[in-house]
């Protein structure tokens, strides 16, 4: 047999498993300094706020998690102001972070699989969620939120990060009650967030909040059957959630076997199930539409045309199981179904819907100009593999022009691994890619982290700078960029 040069298997690998592994090291240590390594210049004009959140934590004491997404929530803050830039990096202080670290062993068990030492009968029936406040942080009302999409969020203060308690808006959310880690701001000035409260039948609750950070919307819709829903998207006239074609089986969950999330199959043949609820009016008006989407996690962004919704999501054929006495280190990503970038057209009139993939390069963390959320857009960009036909770690950062089709890409590869890239428009840019990509890249040869700022007009001339830190920074999840 011939293979073609782009054929996988003459391509060498981009990366060694054991380089990236070393991103799953834990970070127990909490740094305050200017940054003083840096390789090109900050641009001077880049003023704000870069705050990341992700585990911080992937041991407690010696005793290994399971998964990297039960790790505790540590926030990371990069403030840039005129060409300096300063780190900072601090655990939020919940409950179950406090009460381990004393304890120096697990006392809870994680969503993802992680268990009490003992074995199941030290872990049966055990129902308590440790809110762990891991997957994003965002700054709102001159609010910073730690955000875990099964619980309430953590209040922190922005300077210092320290953490100051739970956040109930004014009591509209109660104890223990979720908000998404996907919140997506409406340009209009409007934050939208969403609930689920999973069950034989979901409930999704949205919420609106305005600049103040108030809530001042609360609405829930019911829908049949288990979600398991982690982002949605809005345009200004609905909330789209893709309900992925899951069931959730909790007996090994009750029994002490494994967690939750390891409960949750994918349904390879059932249809996606896309749930359009409107803004605006009530819940009589909520429209279902059907289509094959594989497993989504996360989406870009949606847009309206006259009688038509466009959805672009990141879709996984299947989703990778996590296996009660497996090594999420020891991954095989050739084994695993890559995520790729699809486009959704939801035909209103005929309610029919096509699906299109937009590249087959395996990419994560979609990102675009905020001010184009729910809106009509060009680009986007993401967190890919240096390879498009390889499943492999994230290492490169991937721009797409929807309107074109021309794509480019920088890479960290071989030795470097990239987190969600974050798109922070320059003041008064008129172009929609007019500013700049700031990301952590985890760089293995001396298992350092370093910030790198992009050009968004060209990610192919290279890094504008990149800030060297003292120590890494562990894989993390969401973050957010905020101009104050
Ligand atoms: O019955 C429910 C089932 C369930 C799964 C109960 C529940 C509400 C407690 C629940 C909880 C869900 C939670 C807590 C989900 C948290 C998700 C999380 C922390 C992260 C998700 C990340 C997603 C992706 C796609 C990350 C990708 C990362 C890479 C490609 C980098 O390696
Ligand atoms: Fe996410």
Redesign the pocket.
């Known amino acids: 047999q011939i293979l073609e040069p782009q054929d996988s298997r003459v391509l060498e690998k981009s990366y060694t498993l054991k380089d990236w592994q070393g991103g799953y090291e834990s970070l127990t240590q909490e740094y305050d300094y200017w940054i003083d390594d840096i390789e090109g210049e900050i641009p001077p004009e880049l003023a704000g706020t870069l705050f990341r959140n992700g585990a911080g934590l992937l041991d407690i004491n010696g005793e290994r998690l399971h998964h ?3 790790g505790d929530g540590m926030i990371s803050r990069i403030t840039f102001i005129n060409g300096r830039a300063h780190f900072r990096n601090r655990f939020v202080q919940t409950p179950g972070y406090l009460a381990e670290q004393k304890a120096g062993k697990i006392l809870y068990r994680g ?2 699989g992680t268990q009490k030492s003992g074995g199941w009968l030290a872990n049966i029936f055990d129902f308590k ?1 440790k809110n ?1 406040a ?2 994003n942080v965002i700054y709102w009302g001159k609010k910073l939120l730690a955000l ?4 309430e969020p953590y209040l922190l203060n922005p300077q210092t990060l320290e953490t100051l308690g739970n956040e109930y808006f004014n009591g509209v959310l109660s104890k223990g009650e ?1 908000f998404s ?1 996907h919140p997506r701001i409406d340009p209009n000035g409007t934050l939208v967030n969403f609930a ?4 034989l039948s979901t409930t999704i609750t949205i919420f609106e909040l305005n600049k103040n950070g108030e809530i001042t919307s609360k609405k829930n819709h019911n829908v049949p059957g ?1 979600c ?1 829903i ?1 982002d949605f998207v809005i345009t200004e006239n609905y909330c789209i959630f893709f309900q992925n074609p899951v069931n ?1 089986n ?1 007996i090994p ?1 009750a029994l002490g076997i494994c967690g ?2 390891e ?2 199959k994918i349904q390879k043949n059932q249809p996606t199930k896309i749930i359009i609820i409107p803004r605006k009016t009530q819940t009589e008006n909520v429209k279902v539409l059907e289509t094959k989407a594989g497993f989504i ?2 989406h870009v962004n949606a847009f309206e045309l006259e009688n038509e919704i466009i959805v672009d999501s ?1 879709c996984y054929e299947s989703l990778t199981e996590v296996e009660p006495n497996s090594d999420y280190r020891k991954t095989d990503f050739e084994k695993n179904s890559p ?1 790729q970038l699809w486009r959704f057209n939801l035909n209103l009139s005929n309610n029919k819907v096509q699906n299109q993939l937009i590249d087959p390069r395996p990419t ?2 979609p990102t675009i100009h905020p001010n184009y959320m729910g809106k009509s857009y060009r680009y986007l960009y993401s ?1 890919a593999a240096h390879q498009s036909t390889v499943n492999a ?2 290492q490169a950062i991937f721009k797409v022009d929807l309107e074109s089709g021309t794509k480019q890409l920088w890479s960290a590869a071989p030795r470097g691994f990239v ?1 969600e890239p974050i798109f922070v428009p320059r003041a008064n840019s008129q172009q929609e890619d007019d500013g700049w990509i700031i990301f952590v890249v985890y760089n293995a040869e001396n298992h350092r982290s370093e910030i790198v700022i992009l050009d968004g007009q060209n990610l192919e001339k290279g890094r504008i700078a990149k800030l060297h830190l003292k120590h890494h920074i562990p ?1 993390g ?1 969401h973050g957010s960029f905020t101009p104050e």
């Open positions: 990297p997404f039960d969503v993802f969620l762990i891991n997957t875990w999409e099964a619980a979720a880690a689920i409260k999973p069950g288990f398991f982690h959730f909790p969950f939750a999330a409960c949750i996690f996360h990141i995520p994560e963390f967190a770690p994230l987190g894989y999840l």
